[in-house]
Nanobody
């Protein structure tokens, strides 16, 4: 299984980006998934989580601005980021836990860079 993260880029403060995290490879049904981020010189921060039942959780720093969602028909997780701030600049990582023919597994995407200019 591979998780392919995409959608990062350079955006001005106040702008929007949508990140995608697509699972491919062997049969893999995503249960829970999340996005985290790591800014230079800082610890990784959990940003948003979505459960198998589509319940969502957000870090206080992004609540009201970011939305995590899922499209199970495409085995893809999204992170819609609005009203972006320079402090949102970071490498964003997706993680997904789900079912494979070999049991439950957790996979990470490779990271996608988001840069917000002031």
């Amino acid at each position: 299984v591979q998780l392919q993260a995409s959608g990062g880029g350079l955006v001005q403060a106040g702008g929007s980006l949508r990140l995608s995290c697509a699972a491919s490879g062997t049969v893999f049904s995503i249960d829970n998934a999340d996005w985290s981020r790591q800014a230079p010189g800082k610890q990784r921060e959990l940003v948003a989580t979505i459960t198998a039942g589509a319940t969502t959780f957000y870090a206080d720093s992004v609540k009201g601005r970011f939305t995590i969602s899922r499209d199970d028909s495409k085995n893809t997780i999204y992170l819609q980021m609005n009203s972006l701030k320079p402090e949102d600049t970071a490498v964003y990582y997706c993680r997904a836990t789900g079912r494979t023919p070999y049991g439950t597994r957790t996979y990470w995407g490779q990271g996608t860079l988001v840069t917000v200019s002031s």
